[in-house]
């Protein structure tokens, strides 16, 4: 259902435009000041704006300019019945989509919305897991939409948690091998000997245990799509072989001597700065041109909390329908604290403090004290402060770390990570070698 703010400072008005929008099936947010309409777009979902030009003593001017600095891609249709050429050329310079003079008949009016939000429906599809209204990630989709219509490979950048994946399945989605498979691995979750074994497959009896022929992700991927998720945390000598499977378009199975073919659409994500990698001969630069035909960055959700309102009630609507029940709302003290967080774990930590909050609150509505970041959590050195899950992965590190005597390979194949990840997550947890 879409749902679109009207700011005017008669009651009536807004009574009776909210009451006919609602027979639609159009849902209604009403606000008969600028204060109150800033408020509701910071903790509302809006699909449109409906602006009188005159609010009282306010400015419907003043009114779309505050709109278009918190959500530039809005669209706002302006009302007004003191119509002139200077204004509405105004208007539309700030950024106004459509200027209409009062009187205006509920039909014209609704016919009016329905096409900015048919409009602004068709710039992208609907994807529920990716909601946005910040035009750096509307840009990140488009593009990332132009690159699936190719067979191009495409290196997904940005921090953990952004949603790299999801972008991922919007691109396998959205181009010509969508009916093919889709196949998926984290690079950083096997050891190098299985992490071989899983990209490649083996033949039977290639070494002890090996009962039967196992096809890897190339193979099973084969005419579809492979996405090769932390990228950054695969060892060297097995870059090598996925650099030979990419140029040449063929692997061969552990133990094998067949050559076999394959015809793969390749897209890779990692958090780390493969250029550095590079740089530090810890990542092949002739992998890295390979696989970066083309780039797309994800922002960080701090440089984008516009978002936030739209993924908390994403998250609370999905929240009240996989544990069946009724929906909770947030408390405005609650969506500050959320608003004003930096979100270090981006939307992954947004998703999961909206359904810890949405879990243990009480009467239905989602109080500060409710969320996680209410509570810090102090580490091991008892001065920086760390989301909840960040805390308990800091202490399992560091406890498997003193069971193998700071050993980092060994350590490493326990948490099944490899090397430079830990090294990387031992540095940005403060974590010393202290044996």
Request: charged fraction near 25%.
């Amino acid at each position: 259902m879409s749902r679109i703010l009207i700011l005017d400072d008669n009651q009536k008005i807004l009574d009776t435009l909210s009451r006919n929008f609602g027979s639609v099936g159009i849902e209604c947010a009403t606000a008969p000041d600028i204060s109150t309409a800033s408020g509701i777009l910071q903790c509302c979902p809006i699909d449109l704006a409906i602006v009188d030009i005159k609010i009282g003593e306010e400015s419907g001017i003043d009114a779309l300019t505050m709109i278009k600095k918190m959500m530039p891609d809005l669209p706002v249709l302006m009302i007004t019945g003191f119509a002139t050429v200077e204004t509405a050329v105004q208007a539309i310079k700030l950024g106004a989509n459509e200027y209409l003079k009062k009187p205006v008949r509920f039909p014209t009016l609704l016919e009016q919305v329905k096409a900015l939000l048919r409009e602004e429906s068709r710039e992208l599809p609907a994807i529920p897991e990716i909601q946005t209204r910040n035009s750096r990630m509307v840009d990140v989709i488009k593009k990332s939409l132009k690159l699936a219509q190719s067979n191009l490979s495409v290196l997904i950048l940005g921090e953990s948690g952004t949603g790299k994946e999801l972008l991922a399945d919007l691109i396998h989605k959205y181009s010509p091998r969508e009916e093919k498979n889709f196949v998926k691995i984290n690079c950083a979750a096997f050891p190098e000997s299985l992490l071989d074994n899983e990209l490649f497959g083996h033949e039977k009896g290639s070494y002890t245990g090996a009962n039967d022929c196992f096809k890897g992700v190339f193979e099973q991927a084969d005419n579809g799509s492979l996405f090769l998720d932390e990228l950054g945390d695969m060892p060297l000598s097995i870059q090598a072989k996925i650099l030979r499977a990419i140029q040449e378009n063929e692997i061969r199975r552990l133990g094998g001597k067949e050559i076999i073919k394959i015809n793969v659409r390749f897209i890779a994500a990692t958090n780390r700065n493969l250029e550095e990698l590079v740089s530090d001969k810890l990542f092949r630069s002739d992998l890295y041109y390979r696989l970066n035909c083309a780039s797309v960055y994800i922002p960080p959700l701090r440089d984008r909390k516009e978002d936030i309102p739209l993924l908390i009630d994403y998250f609370l609507n999905r929240y009240s329908d996989e544990e069946a029940k009724p929906r909770v709302s947030i408390s405005d003290q609650a969506m500050e604290l959320l608003l004003n967080y930096d979100w270090p774990g981006n939307v992954r930590e947004l998703k999961a403090a909206v359904n810890y909050g949405a879990t243990i609150c009480s009467n239905g509505i989602m109080l500060p004290e409710d969320l996680p970041m209410s509570h810090p959590v102090k580490t091991i050195d008892e001065t920086a402060t760390l989301t909840p899950v960040m805390a308990v992965e800091k202490e399992l590190i560091i406890k498997t770390l003193i069971r193998h005597s700071y050993n980092k390979k060994k350590a490493a194949e326990e948490l099944s990570i490899s090397r430079t990840t830990l090294y990387s997550k031992m540095t940005k947890y403060g974590i010393t070698d202290v044996l």
